[in-house]
T-cell receptor, first 114, second 114 residues
Framework: NAGVTQTPKFQVLKTGQSMTLQCAQDMNHNSMYWYRQDPGMGLRLIYYSASEGTTDKGEVPNGYNVSRLNKREFSLRLESAAPSQTSVYFC?????????????FGPGTRLTVL | AQSVTQLDSQVPVFEEAPVELRCNYSSSVSVYLFWYVQYPNQGLQLLLKYLSGSTLVKGINGFEAEFNKSQTSFHLRKPSVHISDTAEYFCAVSTYNQGGKLIFGQGTELSVKP
């Protein structure tokens, strides 16, 4: 039981390049989330998926797209990376069995955009 | 809309001393409250959560938090800290109608010195 896994762990991009961050969970959770973490700002929600086949914008969606490929996988795509997207990205998942179930986080992807 | 304010960005403390990490929130509806911990270069893990009932909540690693509705606070405490408690701590809120989305505070860096 690996929990939430993310790939890659580190990535360096040049401005304008594109990339996809991968996330998978093996806990049979319905809901999945993408956050970014910046110093002094905590974690901010980029996009989330309440269930397979649905996605919704969070607090900071501009410059990102997501795909809920199946119940296990939720990817985050940067179409044209900008230096402002330098951040640590966390994926999380949550079962929907209770009104305030715990979110479980992956280890993060540290992205630098030059 | 909800918001969370963690009143201290850094808290240095000596080993075996008590510590309190402060968290205040703002919301027009009832909230669920969480404390997460992030050890260096890792993802977040849940310390404790308040859903309803007793206002004193006990979590892992000897931490506890008290929900104070009148002061809209959810401060985290530990009577005696260890070097291994050095980490960043995040307070977060969610509400029943928000699909489990978390709003995080800015984080408090706890540094335990020998």
């Amino acid at each position: 039981n690996a929990g939430v896994t993310q790939t890659p762990k580190f990535q360096v991009l040049k401005t304008g390049q594109s990339m996809t961050l991968q996330c998978a969970q093996d806990m049979n959770h319905n809901s999945m989330y993408w956050y970014r973490q910046d110093p002094g700002m905590g974690l901010r929600l980029i996009y989330y998926s309440a269930s397979e086949g649905t996605t919704d914008k969070g607090e900071v969606p501009n410059g990102y797209n997501v795909s809920r490929l199946n119940k296990r996988e939720f990817s985050l795509r940067l179409e044209s990376a900008a230096p402002s997207q330098t951040s640590v990205y966390f994926c999380a998942s949550r079962s929907s069995g209770g009104v305030a179930d715990t979110q479980y986080f992956g280890p993060g992807t540290r992205l630098t955009v030059l | 809309a909800q918001s969370v304010t963690q009143l201290d960005s850094q808290v240095p403390v000596f080993e075996e001393a008590p510590v309190e990490l402060r968290c205040n929130y703002s919301s027009s509806v009832s909230v669920y409250l969480f404390w997460y911990v992030q050890y260096p270069n890792q993802g977040l893990q849940l310390l404790l959560k308040y859903l309803s009932g007793s206002t004193l909540v006990k979590g892992i690693n000897g931490f506890e938090a008290e929900f104070n509705k009148s002061q809209t606070s959810f401060h985290l405490r530990k009577p005696s800290v260890h070097i291994s408690d050095t980490a960043e701590y995040f307070c977060a809120v969610s509400t029943y109608n928000q699909g489990g989305k978390l709003i995080f505070g800015q984080g408090t860096e706890l540094s335990v010195k020998p």
